[in-house]
C-alpha cells in the first residue's frame, strides 16, 4: 500500500450542535433572571447634569424613594416594593449602617413630589446614622433646557 488506502482521515470540523445547546440554556436564564434585578418604585426623576454615581456590586446603596404623595420605600428590608414608615426607614438603614458604615446612602424624590417629603426622608436617613445623603436624578444632557 501507497500510505493512502487504508488510513483513516481526520476531520478538522468543529461540532457545533453543544454549544448551541448551551448559548439557548443561559439564553433562558437570562431571559428570566432580568426581571428580578430591577427591583424598585418608578417615580419621574428630576432631571439634571449631574455626575453618575459608581456603586460597587458589593457596596449597594441604600435608596430612599419618595413618591409624589409622600409615600417611602426603601430597596432594602424584606419587602422594597411595598410603602413603609418613618420609623422602619430609620430602624431599617440604621441596620445596614451599623453592618456597612461605609455604605452610600441616597435619596429618589418625584419631580412632583413635595420638596418637604424628600427632606423628610433626607432626615430620617441622617437620624438612622448616614453622615452623608445623596439626591438621585435623572441625568439630562448640557444643551437641554428645563
Same mark, same amino acid.
Given at each position: 500500500?501507497?500510505?493512502?488506502?487504508?488510513? +483513516?482521515?481526520?476531520?478538522?470540523?468543529?461540532?457545533?450542535?453543544?454549544?448551541?445547546?448551551?448559548?439557548? !440554556?443561559?439564553?433562558?436564564?437570562?431571559?428570566?433572571?432580568?426581571?428580578?434585578?430591577?427591583?424598585?418604585?418608578?417615580?419621574?426623576?428630576? +432631571?439634571?447634569?449631574?455626575?453618575?454615581?459608581?456603586? $460597587?456590586?458589593?457596596?449597594?446603596? !441604600?435608596?430612599?424613594?419618595?413618591?409624589?404623595?409622600?409615600?417611602?420605600?426603601?430597596?432594602?428590608?424584606?419587602?422594597?416594593?411595598?410603602?413603609?414608615?418613618?420609623?422602619?426607614? +430609620?430602624?431599617?438603614?440604621?441596620?445596614?449602617?451599623?453592618? +456597612?458604615?461605609?455604605?452610600?446612602?441616597?435619596?429618589?424624590?418625584?419631580?412632583?413630589?413635595?420638596?418637604?417629603?424628600?427632606?423628610?426622608?433626607?432626615?430620617?436617613?441622617? $437620624?438612622?446614622? $448616614?453622615?452623608?445623603?445623596?439626591?438621585?436624578?435623572?441625568?439630562?444632557?448640557?444643551?437641554?433646557?428645563?
Amino acid at each position: 500500500m501507497n500510505g493512502r488506502g487504508g488510513k +483513516r482521515r481526520l476531520a478538522h470540523e468543529i461540532n457545533v450542535v453543544p454549544y448551541i445547546d448551551v448559548m439557548l !440554556v443561559l439564553l433562558i436564564i437570562f431571559m428570566v433572571t432580568a426581571p428580578l434585578l430591577t427591583t424598585g418604585v418608578e417615580v419621574n426623576l428630576p +432631571r439634571a447634569p449631574a455626575e453618575p454615581m459608581d456603586f $460597587a456590586e458589593e457596596n449597594e446603596p !441604600v435608596i430612599l424613594t419618595v413618591k409624589r404623595d409622600g409615600s417611602m420605600y426603601l430597596n432594602i428590608g424584606p419587602t422594597p416594593d411595598q410603602p413603609i414608615s418613618g420609623e422602619q426607614v +430609620r430602624r431599617l438603614t440604621a441596620s445596614v449602617l451599623k453592618r +456597612r458604615p461605609d455604605a452610600p446612602v441616597a435619596v429618589r424624590g418625584a419631580t412632583e413630589g413635595a420638596y418637604g417629603n424628600v427632606v423628610r426622608g433626607m432626615v430620617l436617613l441622617q $437620624a438612622a446614622g $448616614a453622615g452623608r445623603v445623596g439626591l438621585l436624578t435623572e441625568n439630562r444632557p448640557e444643551d437641554e433646557d428645563g
